[in-house]
């Protein structure tokens, strides 16, 4: 039965991996867990199917080991995806001073569509609370013709938001840049800021903005990609994980 489990396990992760591909066509190496997820899987699948027929004993000893540490990293994982959904699903106050987005994938001159969702769930806020201003964030990085922040800035101006509520923070190419040149364009730590970014983004944003010093500072997640929720809430999991473990969050 557990050999059919990991064979079951190791499917999906192939079949999902060979969707993204095709979706994505591969833009991020990242991907490519799945498919070593499922070759992982497949060779417990194999060990289990052999231990059962009684090919192979496994010692209790490396039972116990093996399910401690699987264990303490599902514990680990858990807890990140816990507060990474429910971060996703804040709802900032009104009147904030300054909304941030930070930047994602830019082609040519087309914004992305998981920094299209950001920019119109910034675009809503926005229109709700005039007198609140923001700032776009985000390099030039290649495949780019412009840098992501005069991107954001076009697509904004496009949907109605004057130019003047625009501040354009071009130089980062990571979240912690994204923040920390932000915040120089900001009146003071002190100030009111909602960090706009896709919903699986949002905890790790907040976080950053915090260790950086902002001290009123709260998150509006953006929908997800529906085909990329695994990937991306895999990938955000470990990220916090490592983060947590460095002391950057």
């Known amino acids: 039965m557990a050999d059919k489990v990991f064979y079951t396990a190791a499917a999906c992760c192939g079949i999902y991996f060979a969707a993204v591909a095709v979706y994505t066509r591969l833009a991020s190496k990242f991907h490519l867990i799945w498919l070593c997820f499922a070759g ?72 992305s569509r998981p920094l299209a969702l950001r920019l119109d769930t910034a675009y809503k806020y ?20 412009i840098s992501e922040a005069r991107a954001m800035k076009e697509y904004l101006e496009k949907k109605g938001i004057e130019s003047g509520r625009i501040l354009e923070e071009d130089r980062s190419v990571n979240t912690e840049q994204n923040i920390a040149f932000s915040r120089r364009l900001m009146d003071s730590p002190e100030d009111s800021v909602v960090a706009v970014s896709n919903g699986f983004h949002i905890y790790r944003t907040v976080e950053i903005c915090k260790k950086q010093g902002l001290k009123n500072v709260q ?20 990220a916090v994980m490592k983060y947590r473990i460095s002391g950057k969050i």
């Open 219 to 238: 998150g509006l997640g953006a929908p997800d990609n529906r085909i990329m929720i695994p990937s991306y809430y895999l990938r955000e999991a470990l």
């Open 126 to 145: 926005l229109e709700g609370n005039p007198g609140t201003a923001v700032i776009v964030s985000g390099g030039q990085g290649p495949g780019e013709d």
């Open 40 to 111: 992982a899987l497949g060779i417990l699948g194999w060990i289990a199917g052999l231990q059962q027929s009684g090919e192979l004993q496994i010692p209790l000893w490396i039972k116990i080991v093996f399910g401690a540490i699987c264990a303490a990293a599902v514990c680990m994982f858990g807890r990140a995806e816990a507060l990474i959904i429910s971060s996703g699903h804040d709802k900032p106050d009104p009147g904030a001073k300054y909304v941030i987005v930070p930047g994602a994938q830019v082609r040519g001159r087309e914004i």
